[in-house]
């Protein structure tokens, strides 16, 4: 049996937060190797880059998800008792009630109602100087996805729901003040979306057949009993929250669209390219660095011991940039994806595996759908330029984004 490269710090937390996307690949790259061992948090764990990896990790039979992810991702990014740490029948009743909502017809409305929001935007950019397009994309979709989801969300709430839902993203791998904006958010989200799942529940608030505020309120668990209000109220955000996290991913198309000019006039109309765009946008840029698991019992991979209970992160930005999977991977190029079939375990942006029974993310395909719509607005709905910026990435910092949130100036209806 092989021994595991191991990295020679006794602790590598704040190593991990000093490189960021970088930490994983940078390690396999010194020790030539897909795996090697580190410490994390005072706790042994392996790290996974690449396909072998992705396929590996989501093998539920080898590993469980319970007490992957470290309390402060609990606390923050995905909840307590949500789908993301569940197993065997629990996640899969758990999982099917969320794909339940992810109908290709659900999606289209949903897409249309971003895009409605879009159109109402643009006058009002129209008339300002320039607009940070983080902030404002982070709005449209907070007010479309509650709308599609049979959340009530007044306008005059509509900023500060989206900055709460903002800050959970940015919470589980900061230190100090964001990560406890981060943990507050989740308290008043958590509390907000609990009281109106008793409300539904009560009938005092009438929730649309077949919305994910009525699908979750009406949910029972493998037991036949319905989830806790909290509970409820964590899968709710496990749709709210995702959707919202797209304002990353749009803010990346915007700075592609920037940084690759000639992009632009290929996009206008096609819908294959509009895809490829989109997809080599989700493997360029960094959204979440890493997933977590433990291992269900001791076993043996490529002559590599695995021990029970053991902490295993697979790295998705390595993953995603790796030279084996991806020909001159730090080079922005779609055509990459032209007639590209898909692969639940190289193009991993947001997890891999099967949709319907694993771990993948739930929201990938609105992600698609709601990045597609962003990249037809920004090369046909709208002219705008783009002032002087700092839109430098800072890979350390996860998740990142551009310093100035991708500010857009002189801004015209064209579409």
Known sequence: MSAIPTDRSPESTLAFLRAGYRFVGDRCDR???????????LEPTICLRGRPAAELFYDDDRFIRHGGMPMRGQRTLTGIGGVQGLDGGAHRARK????SI?????????????????????????????????????????????????????????????????ALIEAPAAVGPRHWRGVLARRRAERWLGELIGRVRTGALPAPEGSALRVVAAHHDEHGRPLPPRVAAVELLNILRPTVAVDRFVVFAALALHDHPGWREKLRGDD????????????????????????????????????????????????NHHPELWPEPERFRPERFTGWRGDPFSLIPQGGGNHLTGHRCAGEWITIELMKRAVANLTGALSYQV????????????PTLPPSGFLIDAVRRTG
């Open 31 to 41: 020790y030539g190797s897909d795996i090697f061992q580190t410490r994390l948090l």
């Open 96 to 99: 099917a009630m969320l794909m």
């Open 102 to 166: 992810m109908t290709p017809a659900g999606i289209r409305h949903l897409g249309q109602l971003v895009d409605d929001g879009w159109r109402a935007r643009i006058p009002v950019w129209a008339e300002r100087g320039p607009v940070v397009l983080y902030d404002e994309v982070g709005r449209i979709l907070a007010r479309a996805v509650c709308a599609w989801a049979g959340v009530p969300l007044a306008e005059a709430d509509v900023a500060r729901r989206t900055v709460d839902l903002q």
């Open 272 to 319: 294959a390219a509009t895809e490829s765009f989109v997809q080599e946008v989700r493997r360029y840029y960094p959204l979440f660095p890493v997933v977590a698991a433990r291992v269900r019992r001791s076993f043996e991979w490529r002559g590599y011991a695995f021990p029970q209970g053991r902490r295993v992160l697979l790295d998705l930005y390595a993953t």
């Open 387 to 398: 002032p002087p910026q700092d839109l430098a990435l800072d890979l350390s910092r996860m």
